[in-house]
């Protein structure tokens, strides 16, 4: 496959990952939830693997050193063409970067930022690894949506560093902004106000596509999980808030359509 044929365009969402204290045991909890079968991947951050489904990358989990007490949460990663040159573009607008950027040996180069408002994601230059291999099927991100308070100065952050096309929902109630690239729409941005919860403050949620909302928030409970939101109707499809063991927070949907 040529390089031009895997390109991600620079801000796609293409991968999302997870970094937890019991890595053997986050492991089971995807694989029986989601079918996950799991390869090492680089080790710069210490153990890490890749999740996949019939042998194609869905996602990474990685485990924490023992004396780091960071947030357990899903992050999802942005592509970009130059990493160092969106690192630059993050910090000038006011965001952070934390980590990197640093080459994951020759699968790609990475950092991790947060932006203005404290929310964490990921940039991703491909090289080898060029991200999320399969879309739709069970267990696969297939949407990434950025909870936070309010979105007309985040907005324009993720403007500056992407150039992304907005669509924005504007009415007294409901803020929400949609990101497209190419006309097409790659993820949303969700001002929640108060609702937003002060334990967590504004952060990236991953949906992940599952053939059954109830059967599998079932299934969260039974692995040692919790349902945070029941399964409900929504604009894209029957959805459900879970956390994994950790306490790892994602969406499952059904969607409208599949």
């Known amino acids: 496959m040529t390089e031009a044929a895997t390109r991600r365009t620079p801000g796609t969402p293409c991968w999302v990952s997870l970094m937890v204290h019991g890595l053997a ?3 089971d909890f995807y694989e029986a939830l989601f079918g996950w079968e799991f390869r090492p991947g680089p080790q710069q951050l210490g153990p890490y693997v890749r999740g996949l489904l019939d ?22 990663y942005l592509a970009t063409d130059d990493a160092d040159k969106t690192a630059e573009t993050i910090r000038s607008h006011g965001g952070t970067v934390g980590v990197g950027p640093l080459d994951a040996a020759e699968a790609g180069r990475m950092a991790i930022a947060s932006d203005p408002a404290g929310a964490v994601f990921g940039i ?3 090289a080898a690894h060029t991200g999320t291999a ?70 990236w949620m991953t949906h992940f596509e599952v053939d059954d909302t109830d059967a599998t928030a079932r299934l969260v409970t ?3 999980g919790h349902v945070l939101q029941p399964p409900r109707k929504s604009v ?10 950790e306490g790892a927070i994602f969406t499952i949907v059904r969607s409208s359509g599949v």
Do not use: C, M
């Open 55 to 76: 042998g194609k990358e869905i996602a990474g989990i990685g485990q924490l050193p023992p004396d780091r007490h960071l947030p357990i949460a899903w992050t999802t």
């Open 236 to 245: 894209n499809g029957r959805i459900a808030t879970v956390a994994d063991p």
């Open 124 to 126: 991703w230059q491909a």
């Open 25 to 27: 045991a986050t492991q």
């Open 222 to 224: 039974e692995l040692g």
């Open 134 to 203: 399969v879309a739709g099927a069970h267990g696969t991100p297939v949407w990434n949506e950025l909870v936070t308070r309010e979105t007309s100065v985040v907005g324009k952050f993720y403007e500056a560093l992407f150039g992304y096309e907005v669509d924005a929902v504007v009415s007294a109630d409901f803020d929400f902004l949609t990101l497209l690239l190419e006309g097409r729409p790659v993820a949303s941005l969700h001002g929640v106000g108060r609702a937003l919860a002060r334990d967590r403050g504004a952060h």
